[in-house]
């Protein structure tokens, strides 16, 4: 076998080093682009989270479930634009886990995980995003002790929701429902009167109506 020189030997290192510099590489996104991307995914989530409150108000349930999906398909478009985005991914969650609903779906250990991961994801992009810090606590109120569920961690999560929401309507009616279900009904009402006051300046007459159906679930004071 030949032998290289010492001059030959540096000058296929010199190719071989200018071969692998000109490979293409993992470029880094133009800066302009990249704002522009950040720039559409917000618009997008925005108008996604407006899809969510109609979808959310709407009576009828066929038009509701095409409001869903719809929604859906926005968070969806956002978060091609922007994975880091937060907002876009939670809502994303919401309308997955509403239309599981809809379609009244069987809570089961597969389809929890994945609900769960998509909640857990919102809250690593974001560990003090309101409405997912909210759900967290609406997840671990609502799920059984087996599954999960943990009421004095449910209290912890909803009251971090509305630090940092002070506006939270929803996080305020779970808090209340949380109480109830630990035998403090005594704490709901105060809650439930803001969540009414809230919801009235906002225009949300769904959400008055879920304060109302839970505060006539208390019981009634000895």
């Known amino acids: 076998m030949p032998v290289m020189n010492g001059t030959r030997t540096s000058a296929v ?19 302009d682009a990249r704002g522009d991307k950040i720039a559409r995914c917000a618009d997008l989530t925005a108008k ?13 349930k066929e038009r509701k479930v095409e409001a869903y999906k719809k929604c859906r398909d926005v ?22 886990g509403r239309l599981q609903l809809i ?33 967290k606590g609406g997840m671990y109120r609502q799920l059984p002790w087996a599954l999960g569920g943990d009421l004095d961690k449910a209290e912890q999560y909803l009251k971090r929701a509305i630090e940092r929401d002070p506006n939270s309507i929803g996080a305020r009616i ?21 969540a009414i006051a809230i919801a009235q300046e906002q225009g949300k007459l769904h959400r008055i109506a879920e304060a109302e159906a839970l505060r006539a679930s208390l019981p009634s004071p000895r």
Do not use: W
């Open 13 to 31: 290192v010199a190719a071989l080093l200018a071969l692998l510099v000109g490979m293409p590489t993992a470029r880094a996104e133009d800066p």
């Open 48 to 60: 996604a989270q407006s899809l969510l409150d109609a979808a959310e108000a709407e009576p009828d």
């Open 75 to 96: 968070a969806r478009e956002a978060i091609a634009l922007d994975d880091t985005n937060a907002d876009a991914h939670f809502v994303l969650f919401a309308t997955e």
């Open 103 to 135: 379609k009244g779906a069987v809570p089961n250990p597969i389809s929890l995980y994945k609900v769960q991961g998509r909640l857990d994801h919102v809250l690593e992009l974001d560990p003090q995003h309101p409405a997912g810090l909210a759900a």
């Open 174 to 194: 779970e808090l209340a429902a949380t109480y109830r279900d630990m035998g403090r009904a005594e704490r709901c009402d105060a809650l439930l009167e803001k």
